[in-house]
């Protein structure tokens, strides 16, 4: 079950929950390729995008995907980025939360490194550490005004999928008005898919009353109602998103259950 999401070009990945994916390339081509994607994908963005915010994202990508093939791939002896390490270009959007006060465009890159590479000791603050990494996240920065990261992931497009880190940066777009006309077991069904093919595999779904009950992983259930999905975050407090942007609760679901099995597997347990 598709919900009524901004259109994306058909020649493009787009899984159900509305999220465009493609493929890059592991050299010096990956730029050039991002950008075309991007463009090509905003272009096609359902309720039209304003040109300085296609433009900034064009930019910006150019950006992420240099960063991953500089710093995301590990090198064959040659010093060749190796191939076996996926990178993909991945777009959506995303409402206004909490955290958000606008609906945003977000532009992630993923690649196949989880970790984040530690900044030299010369660069003790934030804009440091970004130079750390190239003039170009420095950009990033700026014209996202800070609404961008980096966090654990899964691949989209790679079978099986495999862990790694997605970089991300968010834009300020028009108010989605997205609708969604089905009930708490689709919207179960349609979470447990997105997560399935993302290669979380030991999914059990139930329902309860009118709410759908997914169990991904020990000490992380999530609570599928009509118009929400709702989790616990270790150490207190909850989540909720409205089921019309199932696209970002998959996101983070798949980072707390990345970032839960890298705590285990380091012994930084803290669901006990």
């Known amino acids: 079950m598709t919900e009524a999401e901004p259109g994306f070009p058909p020649a493009r990945t787009l899984d159900r929950g509305g999220c465009a994916a493609m493929r890059l390339p592991p050299d010096e081509s990956i730029a050039r390729v991002a950008r075309a994607g991007t463009a090509a994908t905003l272009s096609g963005f359902g309720p039209g995008l304003p040109p300085g915010t296609i433009d ?20 064959a002896p040659d010093g060749d980025p190796s191939p076996a390490h996926p990178i993909e270009l991945w777009i959506y959007a ?39 990494h190239g003039r ?11 609404r961008w990261g980096h966090h654990l992931s899964r691949s989209r497009l790679s079978d099986p999928a495999v862990p790694g880190k997605a970089t991300w940066f968010g ?17 179960a069904e ?6 399935a093919r993302r290669g979380l595999r030991r999914l059990i779904r139930r329902n ?65």
């Not at 909490?98 to 992630?108: A, F, M």
């Not at 349609?190 to 997560?195: E, R, T, V």
Request: charged share 20%; with cysteine; hydrophobic share 40%.
């Open 56 to 75: 900034d994202a064009v930019l910006l990508v150019s950006e992420l995907a240099t960063n991953a093939l500089r710093h995301g791939l590990p090198r």
């Open 94 to 132: 995303r409402e206004a939360g909490r955290d958000r006060q606008h609906s945003e465009l977000v532009v992630k890159v993923f690649d196949g490194t989880p970790h984040w590479p530690a900044p030299a000791p010369a660069a003790p603050d934030t804009m440091g550490t970004l130079l750390e």
């Open 136 to 146: 170009g996240l420095v950009v990033v920065d700026a014209l996202s005004e800070g």
């Open 208 to 272: 309860e009353r009118g709410v759908s009950v997914l169990s991904v992983k020990e000490n992380l259930t999530v609570w599928c109602e009509a118009g929400s999905f709702q989790w616990r975050v270790p150490g207190g407090g909850s989540t909720r998103l409205a089921r019309s942007d199932i696209t970002e609760a998959c996101e983070q679901i798949v980072q707390l259950h990345e970032t839960l099995t890298y705590e285990r597997a380091a012994g930084l347990d803290r669901t006990g």
């Open 190 to 195: 349609d979470l447990h898919a997105l997560l």
């Open 171 to 187: 834009l300020p777009i028009p108010p989605l008005h997205r609708t969604v006309h089905t009930g708490a077991a689709h919207a």
